[in-house]
């Protein structure tokens, strides 16, 4: 192995000398070939991971590992995501540090994280927002969004609106979406800003543009609530809390339901509204447990034609995927007493394809029923 790397190195080098010859000159620089050299293993190991060529992005990295932050990230990214290796948390975040201590800002920025979830060490807002802090004075966005959070919840931090504003505002100069949807929340709000609704939905469709699914649960809110144009808009509204509700933001999921269940800018489809229902409650949401119930009891009260309903079979439930056409899209409970632990339902937007979600278990037996509304 150390052969190969030798012979890499070389060609490396020698590529070096070629495109600059000026490192013959004497007193010839040493260390200025080997960064070069460094830096083009990390350029071949980027490559290959953009092509899915895991192992190979290993090999490269980890010959650039002994200096390159960029690589020592690298590595901390296919350790914590086990592409190319087993998953490794200790060994991401241990590469996570070797970076960070070069203040490579995304590796700043993922300590923060790290330190702010509690993933893998011991959770530690302080050390979160020390680390959040560093990226963000290095310019990293995500990390000034993080940052301008913690200053304006005093999390981590003594509480400073001021400092939470202007790094929410560097991090939307840079076209940070979670940071312009902050700054519409305030203006939503009135916190900080006086309140105004018209700067808040710029905020949020501006973020929303970007896919970033509080922003599109926010605008459906401003639609159902009429503070856009006056008036509520139940089409606006479903469109933005369907977008938010397939990226998984729980609450989407959950108000999705109950428009399915009332009709809210949709035809009514009880299925629909025990499937997204029970989703949410799987994701946390216990009120969407109750909903699920109530929805469920709706189908069982009325005739569904034999033909309407795919019923699974144990076969069917240990398939990835199945294909059925439209009449056969239900939510089917697997284990009977009112559980959903799996369930086969379709991706909205793509009508025909039926894919497999594993769920927690979810009780909903014994949960009161209280029909979830959006507002």
Same mark, same amino acid.
């Given at each position: 192995?150390?052969?190969?790397?030798?012979?890499?190195?070389?060609?490396?080098?020698?590529?070096?000398?070629?495109?600059?010859?000026?490192?013959?000159?004497?007193?010839?620089?040493?260390?200025?070939?080997?960064?070069y050299a460094q830096s083009r293993f990390y350029d071949v190991g980027l490559q290959?991971?953009?092509?899915?060529?895991?192992?190979?992005?290993?090999?490269?990295?980890?010959?650039?590992?002994?200096?390159?932050?960029?690589?020592?990230?690298?590595?901390?990214?296919?350790?914590?995501?086990?592409?190319?290796?087993?998953?490794?948390?200790?060994?991401?975040?241990?590469?996570?540090?070797?970076?960070?201590?070069?203040?490579?800002?995304?590796?700043?920025?993922?300590?923060?994280?790290?330190?702010?979830?509690?993933? *893998? +060490?011991?959770? =530690?807002?302080?050390? %979160?927002?020390? @680390?959040?802090?560093? !990226? $963000?004075?290095? #310019?990293?966005? /995500? &990390?000034?969004?993080?940052?301008?959070?913690?200053?304006?919840?005093?999390?981590?931090?003594?509480?400073?609106?001021?400092?939470?504003?202007?790094?929410?505002?560097?991090?939307?100069?840079?076209?940070?979406?979670?940071?312009?949807?902050?700054?519409?929340?305030?203006?939503?709000?009135?916190?900080?800003?006086?309140?105004?609704?018209?700067?808040?939905?710029?905020?949020?469709?501006?973020?929303?543009?970007?896919?970033?699914?509080?922003?599109?649960?926010a605008l459906a809110k401003m639609y159902y609530n009429g503070e856009v144009d006056?008036?509520?808009?139940?089409?606006?509204?479903?469109?933005?809390?369907?977008?938010?509700?397939?990226?998984?933001?729980?609450?989407?999921?959950?108000?999705?339901?109950?428009?399915?269940?009332?009709?809210? *800018? +949709?035809?009514? =489809?009880?299925?629909? %509204?025990?499937? @997204?229902?029970?989703? !949410? $409650?799987?994701? #946390?949401?216990? /009120? &969407?447990?109750?909903?699920?119930?109530?929805?469920?009891?709706?189908?069982?009260?009325?005739?569904?034609?034999?033909?309407?309903?795919?019923?699974?079979?144990?076969?069917?439930?240990?398939?990835?995927?199945?294909?059925?056409?439209?009449?056969?899209?239900?939510?089917?409970?697997?284990?009977?007493?009112?559980?959903?632990?799996?369930?086969?339902?379709?991706?909205?937007?793509?009508?025909?394809?039926?894919?497999?979600?594993?769920?927690?278990?979810?009780?909903?037996?014994?949960?009161?029923?209280?029909?979830?509304?959006?507002?």
């Amino acid at each position: 192995m150390r052969a190969v790397i030798a012979f890499i190195l070389v060609a490396f080098v020698s590529s070096a000398i070629a495109e600059n010859p000026d490192v013959l000159q004497l007193p010839a620089d040493p260390q200025k070939v080997m960064d070069y050299a460094q830096s083009r293993f990390y350029d071949v190991g980027l490559q290959a991971y953009k092509e899915n060529k895991f192992a190979m992005a290993l090999e490269y990295w980890t010959m650039s590992s002994n200096s390159d932050p960029r690589s020592q990230f690298g590595l901390s990214v296919l350790y914590m995501k086990g592409q190319g290796v087993a998953v490794d948390a200790q060994k991401a975040i241990g590469w996570i540090r070797k970076s960070a201590a070069q203040a490579y800002p995304a590796a700043e920025w993922a300590l923060g994280m790290v330190y702010e979830t509690g993933g *893998g +060490v011991k959770q =530690d807002p302080v050390q %979160a927002a020390q @680390w959040y802090l560093r !990226a $963000a004075d290095h #310019g990293y966005a /995500d &990390a000034q969004e993080k940052i301008g959070v913690m200053y304006l919840q005093g999390t981590g931090v003594s509480k400073n609106p001021s400092l939470g504003t202007y790094y929410l505002n560097q991090a939307d100069n840079q076209g940070n979406a979670a940071a312009k949807y902050d700054i519409g929340t305030l203006y939503e709000r009135g916190e900080g800003v006086r309140k105004n609704s018209d700067i808040a939905y710029t905020y949020f469709a501006s973020s929303a543009a970007q896919g970033y699914a509080a922003a599109e649960y926010a605008l459906a809110k401003m639609y159902y609530n009429g503070e856009v144009d006056g008036k509520r808009d139940v089409n606006h509204f479903f469109d933005w809390l369907k977008k938010a509700a397939v990226q998984g933001y729980v609450p989407a999921e959950a108000d999705l339901g109950w428009s399915f269940a009332n009709a809210a *800018g +949709v035809e009514r =489809d009880d299925q629909w %509204a025990v499937y @997204w229902s029970a989703l !949410a $409650a799987a994701h #946390g949401d216990k /009120d &969407a447990a109750g909903n699920a119930k109530l929805y469920a009891s709706r189908l069982q009260q009325r005739t569904i034609a034999a033909d309407s309903v795919k019923i699974l079979t144990a076969a069917d439930v240990n398939a990835e995927t199945l294909e059925l056409s439209r009449a056969g899209m239900t939510v089917v409970p697997v284990g009977g007493a009112g559980e959903w632990t799996q369930v086969y339902v379709p991706i909205y937007g793509n009508i025909g394809f039926v894919k497999k979600l594993n769920l927690a278990p979810v009780q909903v037996a014994s949960t009161k029923s209280t029909a979830k509304r959006a507002d």
